[in-house]
Structures are given as structure tokens and as C-alpha cells.
């Protein structure tokens, strides 16, 4: 059985698309790992780029600042970062932080369908 805190990637990528589903714990001993995979795929301004949240346990400062540091590449290649799935733990921190008001959440597509604003 995989340890729930270890933390880990999981990817998946469309035409038009990469989704990252982050699971665990993602703090100073994973900061390199997640930022290997997630520099090379923000600097793509041809597909969008979201993070789904649902079992990130726990996200300390470093993860913290990759994110924002994310942002700002998502920023100079005209793209926005989408996150999905957010628990309400972190996203207590994202909103103490500030960070979550630079987050683009997932477009409710029930209100694109009807015609109603996002």
C-alpha cells in the first residue's frame, strides 16, 4: 500500500491540455521533484495547465513559492493556471496567503452550457 504522505505526480495530457494531480505531501524534500515536472510544462502557452488538489495533504512554503513562481511563467506566456479540486485545508493557506486570488478556478461548465456568466 503507497504511503498517503509520500508525495507524488500524477499526469495526464490531452490535445489541448495537462492535468497534474498532486497527492501527499509537498514540502522542502519534494520541492525539486515537483518543479522539474511542473517548469517544463508552464512554459507551454499552446495548452492549458491544471493542478487538481483533491489529496494534497499538506503544501508547506516551498511548494508554496513554486506555485507562485508558476504563476509568474504562466503570466509571460499569456496562460493562466487552472487549479481543480481544492480541499479546504489548502485552501485556507491559499487564501492567507493571498495566492488564491491569482488561481483560475475551473470554469463551472454548467453555466457555459446554459449561457450564464463563469
Known amino acids: 500500500m503507497t504511503n498517503p504522505n509520500l508525495f507524488h505526480i500524477h499526469h495526464e495530457e490531452t490535445d489541448t491540455g495537462t ?7 509537498l514540502d522542502l524534500s519534494m520541492a ?10 508552464a512554459m507551454n502557452a499552446d495548452k492549458t495547465l491544471t493542478l487538481n488538489l483533491r489529496d494534497l495533504r ?3 512554503s516551498t511548494g508554496l513559492g513554486i506555485l507562485v513562481a508558476i504563476l509568474k511563467v504562466r503570466e509571460e ?10 480541499t479546504p485545508k489548502v485552501q485556507r ?8 486570488k491569482f488561481l483560475r478556478p475551473v470554469p463551472d461548465q454548467t453555466a457555459e452550457q446554459k449561457g450564464g456568466a463563469v
Open 93 to 100: 493557506l491559499l487564501d492567507l496567503t493571498g495566492i488564491s
Open 58 to 60: 499538506y503544501i508547506d
Open 32 to 41: 525539486v521533484h515537483f518543479r522539474s515536472v511542473v517548469e517544463p510544462l
Open 19 to 25: 492535468t497534474l494531480y498532486l497527492i501527499g505531501q
Open 77 to 86: 506566456v499569456g496562460q493562466t493556471l487552472i487549479v481543480e479540486d481544492v
